[in-house]
């Protein structure tokens, strides 16, 4: 099978590495991808979220297969203009995406699927926002109602925290994604990542993990796109977790399917569990990065099979064949992120790494020019590795944080503390 992944982050360096490990995959293309990336497979540039373009590129290459990494492509409708050119893709059509790309589409999806989640209201102006902040007292949560590239989220502490937040989304802070802005209640609890294929049809739990989006150690200071996960994240029992289906996600898959919009693909439902009973914070219609690199590392060469039957629509005879393992993966970030940061730094200790199957440095925002990796993202790079127990995954991650010589890169030291 000739193999097209879109995206450059580690989260797709990760799906191509488990791609390439399935004897079934004659011909692996990533595009854009990264300098981690093309260590393992060709990469080529493209406009990955210019649906007319990706067409043509995988025609033109014999493409068998399209998996889709990020939410943007599944939003602009990248799914649904490949599979009416005929083309098998995982990943949900835009209708569908609407799981990640509206919150208050989600939120009526769950009221109507009675799944649970925290109340919440609706708002078009910032006068009845105000209003309704007032009406419920903080702390509360405020949050734009499109894609904001998860920085569209503020947890207001204080009533005037939340009216700021409010007048920032409608003055345009977010653009177009606040235009409209979602209120919640403010959960408490434990949070994990639940992570379940859907065809459409059946749904099949592919794994559990948990992120540290906090920049800072001890979870302090501001949101990232995620600091480091591990998997399977223990706060997610089987008890939980079969709630989780029950209650929240095979209700959501029949309410989308019943409108029309069956989903496919790849669910990530962030749960918030307290006192054994899950809700929903919120979906993504992609696999979490870094989240994806632990299932990647633990699940091999099987997970293209598993993606491939759930876009065939055959998840009912598939299955997950779990080694009683852990993974962890800890994101080496540029000095300053999620603020601004520099790029161009080069980074040093990467040759000399063990990487095999239970050990991969992935790369997430580097480049290569001269034989020499360079720093050109936020996140750049995630040391994962797997072990017969959590313990021994983080010493294996971290063993190889230590060889990278990087002065103008940082991580978090304490990945894994929650369930250590
Ligand atoms: P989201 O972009 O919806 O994932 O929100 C980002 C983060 O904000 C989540 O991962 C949670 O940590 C937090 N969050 C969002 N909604 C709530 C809520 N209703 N209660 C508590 N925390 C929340
Ligand atoms: N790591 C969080 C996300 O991918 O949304």
């Known amino acids: 099978?000739?193999?097209?992944?879109l995206g450059s982050g580690g989260r797709e360096h990760a799906l191509a590495w488990a791609v390439m490990q399935n004897p079934k995959c004659d011909k692996l293309i990533v595009a854009p991808g990264n300098a981690g990336i093309a260590m393992i497979a060709d990469c080529a540039?493209?406009?990955i979220e210019d649906g007319g373009s990706v067409v043509t590129f995988a025609e033109e290459n014999s493409i068998d297969f399209v998996i889709v990494g990020p939410e943007a492509p599944l939003a602009a409708g990248v799914a649904d203009r490949l599979r009416d050119a005929g083309l098998l893709v995982f990943g949900p059509s835009a209708e569908a995406a609407r799981l990640e790309a509206s919150k208050s589409f989600t939120k009526e999806i769950c009221d109507a699927a009675n799944a649970p989640t925290a109340a919440y209201g609706h708002f078009t102006d910032a006068e009845a926002a105000k209003a309704y902040v007032r009406a419920q007292g903080a702390p509360i949560v405020v949050k734009a109602d499109g894609l904001a590239a998860g920085k569209g989220v503020i947890i207001a502490e204080t009533v005037a925290e939340a009216e700021a937040a409010i007048d920032d989304m409608f003055g345009g802070a977010f653009g177009g994604a606040g235009?409209?802005?979602v209120i919640e209640e403010f959960m408490q609890g434990e949070e994990a990542s639940f992570f379940v294929l859907c065809d459409g049809t059946d749904v099949l739990p592919m794994g559990t993990a948990q992120d540290h989006k906090r920049v800072g150690e001890g979870d302090s200071g501001p949101n990232t796109g995620g600091m480091g996960a591990y998997s399977p994240a223990p706060v997610l029992t089987d008890a939980i977790a079969q709630k989780a289906l029950d209650e929240i996600i095979k209700p959501t898959m029949a309410e989308m399917a019943k409108r029309g919009a069956p989903?496919?693909?790849?669910?990530?439902?962030?749960?918030m569990i307290e006192d054994g009973q899950p809700r929903l914070v919120e979906y993504n219609v992609r696999f979490g990065d870094p989240e994806c690199q632990v299932l990647m590392m633990r699940l091999g060469a099987q997970a293209m099979d598993l993606m491939h039957a759930c876009a065939e629509g055959r998840l009912a005879e598939a299955q997950v064949n779990w080694a009683d393992d852990h993974a962890m993966t800890v994101v080496l970030a540029a000095n300053g992120y999620p603020g601004s940061y520099e790029k161009g730094s080069v980074i040093g200790g990467l040759d000399g790494l063990p990487e095999d199957?239970?050990?991969?440095m992935f790369h997430a925002g580097t480049s290569e020019t001269d034989g020499r990796i360079t720093a050109t993202g936020g996140r750049v790079l995630n040391a994962t590795a797997r072990g017969a127990t959590l313990q021994e995954a983080r010493d294996r991650a971290y063993a190889m944080v230590d060889q990278v010589n990087w002065p103008e890169g940082f991580c978090r030291r304490d990945i894994?503390?929650?369930a250590l």
């Not at 989903?263 to 749960?271: E, F, K, T, V």
């Open 1 to 5: 099978m000739n193999i097209l992944i």
């Open 45 to 47: 540039a493209l406009d």
């Open 179 to 181: 235009a409209e802005v």
């Open 263 to 271: 989903y496919q693909g790849i669910l990530y439902a962030g749960l």
């Open 357 to 360: 199957s239970f050990q991969m």
């Open 416 to 418: 894994g503390w929650r």
